[in-house]
């Protein structure tokens, strides 16, 4: 998309009420999961290093726009992340990509809340609650299943169950926590081609032995978090170190 400074929303379209700023959140969020999906070659294509400082923007209206940031201080919306097209050919594709989505979920929580503040308590609960039950820009982009409040899967399977998006028609043992060869290894590893280790960010390799946090259900190589195949048959409910330490602090 071209890139031109980014106009400023007109203040009869702020929206007032909890549906209203919902629908502007989901449709700004569609947008951005375009940019970051089917649209990613165009997107990637309109950040060009060499140009100005850039940002990616979700409109209203479900578009997405690559554009410099808005000339009104202070602006008349939250800005995204500045420069996000001077990294582009300095880190990994899927890294960067990442990048951008955190930072495009992150910029629109601050927009909800922007139009949020004047709501009561219980009325901005509520929107974020609403918010929440969506996936987020990151988790569509790497097509991570979104995770519902019960801590489990659509199965009714715990995460530490199975191995990443394991098949429903694939029985696993109930602690069995190791992803082992199979006979169909090359279409697993196809399957799972957007699983990435938590702590390393390596790719998903079904000849490699992996745990699942029942916390924050991301995938781990065993031997990033130092678990044998043996300790996890004794593990019932598994926390990777950074959920431990969280808990460690709040405690």
Partial sequence: METARAPAAPATSRPRTVEAIFRDFNARRAGLVRALTSDVDDFFDSCDPDKENLCLYGHPDGTWEVSLPAEEVPPELPEP??????????????????????????????????????LTANERKRLFSMINDLPNV?????????????????????????KPKQRTDDVRPKNSRAVAREEDEDEDEEEHSETFCGSCTGIYNASEFWIGC??????????????????ADHIKHYKCPECSSSKKMRQ
Wanted: glycine fraction near 8%; hydrophobic fraction near 35%; include cysteine.
């Fill in 81 to 118: 992340a500045l420069g996000i097209n001077f990294a582009r050919n300095g880190m990994n594709r899927r890294d960067w990509l990442s990048l951008v989505a955190v930072h495009s979920d992150s910029w629109l929580l601050s927009v909800a809340f922007f139009f949020g503040a004047p």
């Fill in 138 to 162: 990151y988790e569509s982009m790497v097509g991570r299943k979104h995770r519902d409040r019960s801590g489990v899967d659509s199965s009714g399977k715990s995460r530490h169950s199975s």
């Fill in 214 to 231: 029942d916390i924050c259900e991301r995938w781990f190589h065993g031997k990033c978090v130092r678990i044998t195949p043996a300790k």
